[in-house]
């Protein structure tokens, strides 16, 4: 089983960046992939960036250009880096270890607050 956990949330000026991190218990080359969710004030959650064991990356169109999802092997860590950080990308973030391509089931951090101030 592997479980994350999220940090390096925080608030933030629009225009801004951080950098979320994701450690894990596990291997994350057991699992399909990592992923990182999002869900904001009224909004379902919403898969923000994925990359596979191969290292694919797949980013949600509202984030392309503005995130970057990585890892550091070592550590059992994924990153997902953040710039030019607009309002509208508040929400709290998710990290989860994806079981299949299917993107069902899996294991899912406790979150971190993103904010994004105007």
């Known amino acids: 089983q592997v479980q994350p956990v999220e940090s390096g949330g925080g608030l933030v000026q629009a225009g801004g960046s951080l950098r979320l991190s994701c450690a894990t218990s596990g291997s994350i080359f057991s699992m399909y992939g990592m992923g990182w969710y999002r869900q904001s004030p009224g909004k379902q959650r919403e898969l923000v960036a994925l990359?596979?064991?191969?290292?694919?990356?797949n980013y949600a169109d509202s984030v392309k250009g503005r995130f970057t999802i990585s890892r550091d092997s070592a550590k059992n860590t994924v990153f997902l880096q953040m710039s030019s950080l607009k309002p509208e990308d508040t929400g709290v973030y998710y990290c989860k270890a994806e079981l299949t391509a299917l993107l069902r089931g899996g294991y899912w951090g406790q979150g971190t607050q993103v904010t994004v101030s105007s």
């Open positions: 990359i596979t064991s191969d290292g694919t990356t």
